[in-house]
């Protein structure tokens, strides 16, 4: 099984909508939640992360994490054409090591 | 906005060659990382790097792969004997403590051996 599951898409949504992108994991010794944004041969970008459970939100970009299901998610509203480009998921337990999701191909159409 | 620098953006190396991938991470950070990401795949950890050793690696970390900070700016990855399967993206990214989950990408070296 692998440590971190990730849809990768495509996704294509319209100008505007909400778009939901999710991981599930197998590790429950995962603590650190992180998701990351990747334009073409570009390296990540962090763009929210989480401790443990619970919700996050910063401007359009809102974090969920549920541990007792193993599953997080990302939730873009009022998407925009610049919002175009592979989301990634990544955790952490207490180590250092990542354990990054495949990516999801986002793709925003005015 | 300080960020972590890669240098060369792209190398072409010939098979059983050395190579050295350079990266000056954010200047306060203490944590230091190596991943790659081979064309289609998921990004994946090779090696983190604290107070002058390594902290982590991963079972792609083997013999062939070193890591160095040579000064207090800079923060290499050394590949041993290149191989073809080593053509992909070197991320090097750092964080201000371990306890710190933000970690900050660099722009990436992409290795092509041929």
């Known amino acids: 099984q692998k440590e971190v599951e990730q849809d990768p898409g495509p996704l294509s949504v319209p100008e505007g909508a909400i778009v939901s992108l999710n991981c599930t994991y197998s590790?429950?010794?995962?603590?650190?939640f992180m998701w990351y944004r990747q334009y073409s041969r570009k390296g990540p970008e962090l763009l929210m992360y989480?401790?443990?459970?619970g919700n996050k939100e910063d401007g359009r970009f809102t974090a969920q994490v549920d541990k007792s299901s193993k599953y997080i998610s990302l939730f873009i509203r009022d998407s925009q054409p610049s919002d175009s480009a592979t989301y990634l998921c990544a955790m952490r337990n207490t180590g250092n090591q990542f354990y990054f999701g495949t990516g999801t191909s986002l793709t925003v159409i005015p | 906005e300080p960020e972590v620098t890669q240098t060369p953006s792209h190398q072409v190396t010939q098979m059983g060659q050395e190579v050295i991938l350079r990266c000056v991470p954010i200047s306060n950070h203490l944590y230091f990382y190596w991943y790659r990401q081979i064309l289609g795949q998921k990004v994946e950890f090779l090696v983190s790097?604290?107070?002058?050793?390594?902290?982590?690696k991963s079972e792609i970390f083997d013999d062939q792969f070193s890591v160095e900070r040579p000064d207090g700016s800079n923060f290499t990855l050394k590949i041993r004997s290149t191989k073809l399967e080593d053509s992909a993206m070197y991320f090097c990214?750092?964080?201000?403590?371990?306890?710190?989950?933000?970690?900050?990408f660099g722009q990436g070296t992409r290795l092509t051996v041929v």
């Open positions: 790097f604290y107070n002058n050793e390594i902290s982590e």
């Open positions: 990214a750092s964080g201000k403590t371990g306890m710190n989950t933000e970690a900050f």
């Open positions: 989480t401790y443990s459970s």
């Open positions: 590790n429950s010794a995962f603590q650190y």
